[in-house]
Nanobody, 120 residues
Framework: QVQLVESGGGLVQSGGSLRLSCAASGNIDSILVTGWYRQTPGDQRKLVATISKNGYTQYEDWVKGRFTASRDNAKNTVYLQMNSLKPEDTAVYYC??????????????WGQGTQVTVSS
């Protein structure tokens, strides 16, 4: 199993920055990909970015150039640096991991989420 703890959310003004952290524990070596998602009330969780265990990143078009995913393997932590934040970025942000030997049969684990609020 893998346990995830997010942190770093908070209240920030439009145009500001936040860095979210996702600390993993447990069966760390089984993690294939870490993803960042966000969710607003009444909506489904939406993918923001992913980062593989080798550091390969992918982003949704609407965050390219503003958000950056990175990882510190020594700390078993993945980060989401969010710059130029907009009020519409307000959401609960979650990290998840796909854990296993391949992506098809991987198990998904979720963190508890962290609230990001961007004021106008």
């Amino acid at each position: 199993q893998v346990q995830l703890v997010e942190s770093g959310g908070g209240l920030v003004q439009s145009g500001g920055s936040l860095r979210l952290s996702c600390a993993a524990s447990g069966n760390i070596d089984s993690i294939l990909v870490t993803g960042w998602y966000r969710q607003t009330p009444g909506d489904q969780r939406k993918l923001v970015a992913t980062i593989s265990k080798n550091g390969y990143t992918q982003y949704e078009d609407w965050v390219k150039g503003r958000f950056t995913a990175s990882r510190d393997n020594a700390k078993n932590t993945v980060y989401l640096q969010m710059n130029s934040l907009k009020p519409e970025d307000t959401a609960v942000y979650y990290c998840n991991v796909l854990s296993g030997t391949d992506l098809v049969t991987a198990t998904v684990y979720w963190g508890q989420g962290t609230q990001v609020t961007v004021s106008s």
